[in-house]
């Protein structure tokens, strides 16, 4: 099983893809502050839960500035393993993400090659935004933004002294939440995390 080392990694992207957001849109942030000076660890759930992490999700809770609020794009932190080198180059698969409701109902799933998304096609070597754009997902209320990442992109959390509010482990057989917790490198004890999730919609 893998553990988690948290560190304060580069995020030389984050801002460029924050600035071009569409400033009529509103965005929802799973997380407090200034993401730059965050102490971030990049974690997949294949590498954490070997094949059980195929059907887990990184999942976060929202909620809808009003009703019917339409969801056009879906921001994460994330990383494929590239570094710089041919033998880092990531190979194809297939990432997921999926809109439900607060009663955890499927609203839209998105699938695709997680190729055209990644750190290799943007020719970074550190975390970088990974952005998915929905097609006028409406959602009220809670709603969940659930990230398979199969393995293909190892997504970014901040570590929490209290168990997280809004960040989650979504189990799809059984349709399922448990609390965002991850094993510590440092201690044999489990560690609260945070998603770095981003929504954009209006």
Same mark, same amino acid.
């Given at each position: 099983?893998?553990?988690?080392?948290?560190a304060?990694l580069?995020?030389?992207?984050?801002?460029?893809?924050a600035?071009?957001q569409?400033?009529?849109?509103?965005?929802?942030?799973?997380?407090?502050?200034?993401?730059?000076?965050?102490?971030?660890?990049?974690?997949?759930?294949?590498?954490?839960?070997?094949?059980?992490?195929?059907?887990?999700?990184?999942?976060?809770?929202?909620?809808a500035?009003?009703?019917?609020?339409?969801?056009?794009?879906?921001?994460? #932190?994330g990383?494929?393993?590239?570094?710089?080198?041919?033998?880092?180059?990531?190979?194809?698969?297939? #990432?997921?993400?999926?809109?439900?409701?607060?009663?955890?109902?499927?609203?839209?799933?998105?699938a695709?090659?997680?190729?055209p998304?990644?750190?290799?096609?943007?020719?970074?070597?550190?975390?970088?935004?990974?952005?998915?754009?929905?097609?006028?997902?409406?959602?009220?209320?809670?709603?969940?933004?659930?990230?398979?990442?199969?393995?293909?992109?190892?997504?970014?959390?901040?570590?929490?002294?209290?168990?997280?509010?809004?960040?989650?482990?979504? #189990?799809?057989?059984?349709?399922?939440?448990?609390?965002a917790?991850?094993?510590?490198?440092?201690?044999?004890?489990t560690?609260?995390?945070?998603?770095i999730?981003?929504?954009?919609?209006?």
């Amino acid at each position: 099983m893998a553990v988690l080392c948290f560190a304060a990694l580069g995020l030389s992207g984050v801002s460029a893809a924050a600035d071009a957001q569409t400033t009529q849109n509103q965005i929802l942030n799973s997380y407090e502050g200034n993401i730059t000076q965050k102490s971030l660890a990049p974690i997949d759930m294949i590498s954490l839960l070997g094949r059980t992490g195929f059907f887990m999700a990184e999942a976060v809770k929202f909620t809808a500035p009003k009703p019917n609020w339409k969801i056009d794009s879906v921001q994460l #932190i994330g990383w494929d393993g590239f570094n710089g080198t041919l033998a880092s180059v990531p190979q194809e698969r297939v #990432i997921a993400l999926e809109v439900r409701d607060k009663n955890l109902n499927l609203l839209y799933r998105f699938a695709d090659s997680q190729l055209p998304y990644s750190n290799y096609a943007y020719n970074s070597t550190e975390l970088y935004p990974l952005t998915l754009r929905l097609p006028q997902v409406p959602v009220s209320d809670e709603f969940y933004i659930c990230f398979y990442d199969r393995g293909a992109v190892a997504v970014a959390c901040e570590r929490l002294n209290e168990t997280s509010k809004n960040s989650f482990l979504y #189990i799809e057989p059984g349709n399922q939440l448990l609390p965002a917790t991850l094993p510590s490198s440092e201690t044999n004890e489990t560690l609260a995390v945070n998603w770095i999730m981003s929504v954009s919609g209006s």
